[in-house]
C-alpha cells in the first residue's frame, strides 16, 4: 500500500505488471532476508486472486509477480533474543504491564522457548494450573496444528513467575 502511495497510484485497477516488478525491485533493495520477500509475494499473489476473481484487476495479473526460491538455509532465522534484551523486557511488563496479554505471551514464549506458533496453538485447557505446566497438543482439525505435528506435543513445567502471570 504505501509502494503504491508513494507511486501515485489510487486505484488497484493502475496496477499491472510493470508496477509489481518494480515493487518487488524496491523490495530487494530493501535488503529484506529471501524468506521475507518470498513470504511478501505469496501474500500479496492472494490478494491479487481475490481482485481477479472480483473483477477489480485483470485475469492472470497476479502470475506476472514470481515467486522466488528460498531453499532450506533460507527459511530458518538464526536471530535471537539476548537473556539481557528479555531480562529488560519481563522488567518492563512486571513494573508496567503486569499480567496483560503481551506480558503473559513473552513470558511463555522466553520461558518455553516455544515457537510462537505453538504458543498461538495453546486453548485455555492446556494449561494445568493446579500440576503448574502447558500442554503443547497438535489440533490441525481447529487449524493450530505444531509445527512437527504429534512430535512436538509436549508438557512443559512452569516457573512459579510465569504462573504467577497467567493467573
Same mark, same amino acid.
Given at each position: 500500500?504505501?509502494?503504491?502511495?508513494?507511486?501515485?497510484?489510487? @486505484?488497484?485497477?493502475?496496477?499491472?505488471?510493470?508496477?509489481?516488478? #518494480?515493487?518487488?525491485?524496491?523490495? !530487494?533493495?530493501?535488503?529484506?532476508?529471501?524468506?521475507?520477500?518470498?513470504?511478501?509475494?505469496?501474500?500479496?499473489?492472494?490478494?491479487?486472486?481475490?481482485?481477479?476473481?472480483?473483477?477489480?484487476?485483470?485475469?492472470?495479473?497476479?502470475?506476472?509477480?514470481?515467486?522466488?526460491?528460498?531453499?532450506?538455509? #533460507?527459511?530458518? @532465522?538464526?536471530?535471537?533474543? @539476548?537473556?539481557?534484551?528479555?531480562?529488560?523486557?519481563? /522488567?518492563?511488563?512486571?513494573?508496567?504491564?503486569?499480567?496483560?496479554?503481551?506480558?503473559?505471551?513473552?513470558?511463555?514464549?522466553?520461558?518455553? /522457548?516455544?515457537?510462537?506458533?505453538?504458543?498461538?496453538?495453546?486453548?485455555?485447557?492446556?494449561?494445568?494450573?493446579?500440576?503448574?505446566y502447558?500442554?503443547?497438543?497438535?489440533?490441525?482439525?481447529? /487449524?493450530?496444528?505444531?509445527?512437527?505435528?504429534? !512430535?512436538?506435543e509436549?508438557?512443559?513445567?512452569?516457573?512459579d513467575?510465569? #504462573?504467577?502471570?497467567?493467573?
Amino acid at each position: 500500500i504505501e509502494y503504491l502511495e508513494d507511486q501515485g497510484i489510487e @486505484s488497484m485497477q493502475e496496477v499491472d505488471g510493470y508496477i509489481l516488478g #518494480q515493487w518487488k525491485l524496491a523490495r !530487494k533493495a530493501e535488503d529484506i532476508k529471501p524468506i521475507t520477500l518470498y513470504n511478501n509475494i505469496k501474500h500479496i499473489r492472494r490478494f491479487l486472486r481475490w481482485c481477479e476473481s472480483n473483477e477489480i484487476v485483470s485475469d492472470g495479473l497476479a502470475e506476472k509477480l514470481e515467486v522466488p526460491e528460498v531453499n532450506d538455509d #533460507q527459511t530458518v @532465522s538464526d536471530e535471537k533474543i @539476548s537473556p539481557e534484551t528479555a531480562e529488560q523486557v519481563l /522488567g518492563y511488563y512486571e513494573r508496567y504491564e503486569y499480567a496483560t496479554r503481551s506480558h503473559a505471551i513473552f513470558a511463555v514464549l522466553w520461558h518455553t /522457548g516455544c515457537r510462537a506458533s505453538a504458543a498461538i496453538a495453546l486453548d485455555l485447557e492446556d494449561y494445568d494450573q493446579k500440576a503448574g505446566y502447558l500442554e503443547f497438543r497438535n489440533r490441525p482439525e481447529s /487449524g493450530t496444528a505444531l509445527k512437527n505435528n504429534s !512430535k512436538s506435543e509436549r508438557n512443559v513445567t512452569l516457573s512459579d513467575d510465569v #504462573q504467577a502471570v497467567l493467573t
